[in-house]
C-alpha cells in the first residue's frame, strides 16, 4: 500500500487541481454601506449536459479514522462540485490528476478551519472526508439529467495520514 501525506491546503499548491474557497486573496470589497465584507469570485460553479441547472444543498459529514484506506476516486463529468464547511474545523481533501488509465497518483491536502475547496468538472477527487468529528457542509454542485458520477477503484490502495500523525 503505498503511503501518503497530507500537506497543508493553500492556494498555490492547490491551483492544478480546483479553488480555494475562503475570505483570503486581494479581490474583496466593503458592501452594505461598509458593514460588510464581500469575497468575490472565489470559484466557479459549472453545470452542463441535459436540464442542468446549479444546486446548493447540505451533508453533515462522518469523520473516517486514520491512517485513511483510500481504494476509491469519483469524479463529475457534467459538473463542478464545492464543498465549504459551515464550522471552523478542517477536512482532508484527496484529488488526482487525469491519465489515460483514470486517476493518476492521489494527493492530499488538509486544509485551515473555514476553507473550502472547489473542484471543476472532471477532477477525480476522494469522497467527503471530516477530521475528528462530524461536520455540516454548503455543497454547490450540479443537478440535471444524465449520470453526472464516475467512480474508479484503484488496483492497489493507498493510506493517507495526518501530517502529524506521520512522525
Known amino acids: 500500500m503505498s503511503r ?76 463542478s462540485q464545492a464543498f465549504i464547511p459551515l464550522s471552523p474545523r478542517p477536512f482532508l481533501v484527496v484529488v488526482c490528476h487525469d491519465s489515460d488509465e483514470g486517476p493518476g497518483e492521489p494527493h492530499a491536502f488538509i486544509t485551515t478551519p473555514g476553507q473550502g475547496v472547489n473542484y471543476p468538472r472532471n477532477r477525480w477527487h476522494g469522497v467527503l472526508t471530516p477530521i475528528g468529528e462530524a461536520q455540516d457542509f454548503l455543497v454547490v454542485d450540479r443537478g440535471g439529467d444524465g449520470t453526472n458520477l464516475e467512480e474508479c477503484h484503484f488496483s492497489h490502495g493507498y493510506e493517507i495520514d495526518l501530517p502529524d500523525r506521520s512522525q
Open 4 to 79: 501518503i501525506v497530507a500537506r497543508p491546503l493553500t492556494r498555490e499548491n492547490f491551483a492544478e487541481f480546483g479553488d480555494v474557497i475562503d475570505m483570503g486573496g486581494d479581490n474583496h470589497y466593503p458592501i452594505n454601506g461598509g458593514k460588510a465584507e464581500r469575497y468575490h469570485d472565489l470559484a466557479t460553479a459549472e453545470a452542463q449536459g441535459p436540464n442542468a441547472r446549479v444546486l446548493i444543498s447540505m451533508v453533515r459529514g462522518t469523520p473516517y479514522d486514520f491512517p485513511l484506506k483510500l481504494t476509491m476516486v469519483e469524479r463529475h463529468p457534467f459538473g
